[in-house]
Structures are given as structure tokens and as C-alpha cells.
């Protein structure tokens, strides 16, 4: 069964509801899982890179094993480079209904193919430029988590005032 010409059985297949994890129970649920797991890869490793415990956050209730600190530093990286990935992969239709596989229990996994298509999306979206108002200047994306780390570090440890989120503009 092939995609409709005007696109609508991708809008069905991707059609979000309401967010599912452990485990997703649709394609979109299992493709912001997947990325949110390499995001927060990301703000483990800035955390750790400046000297903050990953594990002790402000947001998040603390659980052992769970890192809130990076899980807070990265809800301010969610929309900009998650959220906005998701959709960019779906609406340029580089993600297709057969990319996901029901798993019993009703679990959708993202196939193997799909998984390297993300993954190098992700890679891509990282190196986008954008502008960090604290830096002033223009930084790779894939590095705002580790300037948002330091600057959280200079905060906690009484360098600076403030501790200024970043945010897309």
C-alpha cells in the first residue's frame, strides 16, 4: 500500500496524540524518544565536561540513575533541536510508515535504516549555526549544551549572578 498522492496516509502515521514512552506507541512517540536519548547523551557529557554532577538537578525529582541536571539543561534544547528535527524529518518526508515496526505489546520500534537516517539528520542539525546571546555570537549548535553547562557552572559557583537560558532566536 503505497502513500496517497496528497500525502494522507503519512498525516495518519504521524499524526501525534499525546506523548508515549516506555514504550512509544507510535511512530512520532518512538522518533522523539530516540532523540531525546542522543540530547541527553549530550548534556550528560556537558555536564560532566565542566565539572557538574549530571545527576543533581533542579527541575527534575532526583532518582537514582537518573541525570537531572543534564534532563533540566536539556529542556531548553528540546524545541530547538529536537522537537524541531522531528518534524523536519517527517515533513520532508525522509521518514516513511515502513521505517516502523509494531513490536508486540504494541511497542513501535524505528528500524535499522531509519535509526542511520536520524542519527546523520542529527549530526547535520548540530553543525546549523545559531545565535548565543551570551557569547554574542554565532556557535555550531551541537555545542550549546556545553556553553549552557559552563555558564551554569560559573553561576553555581558564584562567577556570575545569573544563569541566562538559551533561547533560539
Request: include cysteine.
Given at each position: 500500500?503505497?502513500?496517497?498522492?496528497?500525502?494522507?496516509?503519512?498525516?495518519?502515521?504521524?499524526?501525534?496524540?499525546?506523548?508515549?514512552?516506555?514504550?512509544?506507541?507510535?511512530?512520532?512517540?518512538a522518533l522523539l524518544s530516540f532523540v531525546y536519548t542522543l540530547l541527553v547523551s549530550e548534556c550528560v557529557a556537558a555536564c560532566e565536561g565542566v565539572g557538574l554532577d549530571?545527576?543533581?538537578?533542579?527541575?527534575?525529582?532526583?532518582?537514582?540513575?537518573?541525570?537531572?541536571?543534564?534532563?533540566?539543561l536539556m529542556e531548553e534544547l528540546r524545541a530547538p533541536l529536537a522537537d524541531r528535527l522531528v518534524l523536519t524529518l517527517i515533513n520532508r518526508k525522509q521518514l516513511a510508515p515502513e521505517d516502523f515496526i509494531e513490536r508486540p505489546g504494541g511497542a513501535i520500534w524505528m528500524a535499522q535504516e531509519?535509526?542511520?537516517?536520524?542519527?546523520?539528520?542529527?549530526?547535520?542539525?548540530?553543525?546549523?549555526?545559531?545565535?548565543?546571546?551570551?557569547?554574542?555570537?554565532k556557535v555550531p549548535l551541537g555545542l550549546v549544551p556545553h556553553a549552557q553547562?559552563?555558564?551554569m557552572a560559573r553561576h553555581l559557583r558564584g562567577d556570575v549572578p545569573t544563569y541566562q537560558p538559551f533561547i533560539l532566536r
Amino acid at each position: 500500500m503505497g502513500p496517497s498522492p496528497d500525502g494522507r496516509q503519512n498525516r495518519d502515521v504521524f499524526a501525534f496524540h499525546e506523548r508515549s514512552r516506555r514504550p512509544p506507541r507510535d511512530p512520532i512517540n518512538a522518533l522523539l524518544s530516540f532523540v531525546y536519548t542522543l540530547l541527553v547523551s549530550e548534556c550528560v557529557a556537558a555536564c560532566e565536561g565542566v565539572g557538574l554532577d549530571p545527576q543533581v538537578g533542579f527541575l527534575h525529582a532526583l532518582r537514582p540513575g537518573r541525570p537531572a541536571l543534564a534532563l533540566d539543561l536539556m529542556e531548553e534544547l528540546r524545541a530547538p533541536l529536537a522537537d524541531r528535527l522531528v518534524l523536519t524529518l517527517i515533513n520532508r518526508k525522509q521518514l516513511a510508515p515502513e521505517d516502523f515496526i509494531e513490536r508486540p505489546g504494541g511497542a513501535i520500534w524505528m528500524a535499522q535504516e531509519a535509526r542511520k537516517t536520524v542519527l546523520a539528520a542529527y549530526q547535520k542539525r548540530k553543525q546549523e549555526e545559531v545565535f548565543h546571546t551570551v557569547a554574542d555570537t554565532k556557535v555550531p549548535l551541537g555545542l550549546v549544551p556545553h556553553a549552557q553547562a559552563r555558564l551554569m557552572a560559573r553561576h553555581l559557583r558564584g562567577d556570575v549572578p545569573t544563569y541566562q537560558p538559551f533561547i533560539l532566536r
